[in-house]
């Protein structure tokens, strides 16, 4: 039986949290824009900081477990 939950969540949260297709925190323009579809280098690391904190606290903190098998 294997883990997919670190695959799974990592694949999830990078698609969701990619800046520029939901929302770019900060925005080109203004602080937080929405469907933009444009970034900066300040949004990648923002982004990436939350991307970071979101999976830890998942795989870490609260232990989320997929088996397959």
């Known amino acids: 039986m294997t883990d997919w939950a670190p ?3 990592g694949v999830v949260l990078f698609v969701l949290l990619q800046p520029g297709l939901l929302f770019s925190f900060p925005g080109n323009g203004k602080q937080l824009e929405f469907g933009g579809m444009k970034t900066n280098g300040k949004a990648i690391f923002i982004h990436t900081l939350i991307f970071f904190a979101l999976y830890s606290i998942l795989i ?4 989320v477990h997929i088996y397959t098998g």
């Open 60 to 63: 870490l903190a609260v232990k």
């Open 7 to 9: 695959v799974l969540i």
